[in-house]
């Protein structure tokens, strides 16, 4: 399983390969520093050692790992990773709720998905539930997410430019379009609209790009607001390159608002376990 002293697992693993490993606060770029982030140095593929070979480590861009920090995710409580492709931040998710609780994970691409069962299992979670979304219809959640009034986190990591990536795939700027962004700026729009009523009042809605356009990422979630009274912007951040070794991360994180009268009912329908 991905360990709570995940750090040190992955020191013993990469220090078995002589790979001297730098690890701890990987921060800057406005980037925060999370338990588990470390650098592996050496010649040995990361996918070659033992320790990724059991599930203990997992390798993902540190812009990527920004996810937990503005998911917040808990032990016990309900998230929905809508946009899971092959699952790095669902793992990541998965081991900040330590295995407590259930993470919902959907792809509009089966074969993804599979890839993410995959990986899920070398690492020892079983609270994490597949499905195939494909983006539009509401999914007919289970009765628990229904009894708690939605889910604590729901996460958008949105299809997007890809130009936050770009320090490590320059020929992408060649394939982009200005009328490309009108068409991923929709979708990205409906998305949200397509989950708005996903979370339960007191949850978060959170939007993750790896795009630096202002298209894709200010302008969808100021369009989102402007229909959706219920939502207020909790946190807004651009991260990564050039500040950090990293790719380029757009986060936004939206409280959806307790009905009138409800008082501390959204709080107490994230508790438990």
């Known amino acids: 399983a991905l360990q709570e002293d995940w750090a040190a697992a992955g020191r013993t693993a990469v220090a078995a390969?002589?790979?001297g490993p730098r690890a701890g606060p990987l921060a800057g770029g406005g980037l925060g520093a999370h338990w588990g982030a470390m650098r592996a140095h050496g010649k040995t593929p990361v996918d070659h050692t033992e320790a990724w070979k059991r599930g203990a480590i997992e390798i993902q861009d540190r812009g990527s790992q920004e996810a937990g920090a503005v998911v917040e995710a808990k032990p016990g409580e309900a998230v929905w990773d809508a946009c899971a492709g092959f699952g790095g931040k669902t793992l990541q998710l998965a081991a900040m709720m330590r295995g407590k609780g259930a993470i919902h994970a959907s792809d509009r691409e089966e074969r993804r998905l599979l890839g993410l069962r995959e990986r899920a299992l070398r690492a020892g979670f079983s609270n994490v539930r597949l499905f195939v979304w494909d983006g539009i219809a509401k999914p007919d959640f289970?009765?628990?997410v229904k009894k708690r009034g939605g889910f604590d986190h729901v996460l958008i990591d949105a299809p997007c430019s890809g130009s936050g990536t770009w320090r490590r795939r320059p020929d992408g700027r060649l394939r982009g379009r200005p009328e490309s962004l009108?068409?991923?700026a929709a979708q990205q729009r409906a998305l949200l609209e397509a989950v708005a009523e996903a979370?339960?009042?007191g949850g978060s809605?959170?939007?993750l790009t790896c795009s630096v356009w202002v298209e894709e990422n200010e302008a969808v979630i100021a369009d989102?607001?402007?229909?959706?009274p219920e939502y207020r912007l909790d946190l807004e951040k651009m991260a990564g390159c050039p500040g950090a070794?990293?790719?380029?991360l757009y986060a936004a994180r939206l409280i959806?608002?307790?009905p009138p009268g409800a008082g501390g009912a959204a709080e107490a329908a994230g508790a438990g376990g």
């Open 17 to 19: 390969r002589g790979a």
């Open 256 to 258: 959806r608002a307790a």
């Open 205 to 207: 809605l959170c939007y």
């Open 224 to 228: 989102f607001l402007a229909v959706h």
């Open 199 to 201: 979370p339960r009042p």
């Open 182 to 184: 009108v068409s991923m």
């Open 245 to 248: 070794d990293s790719d380029s």
């Open 142 to 144: 289970p009765y628990e």
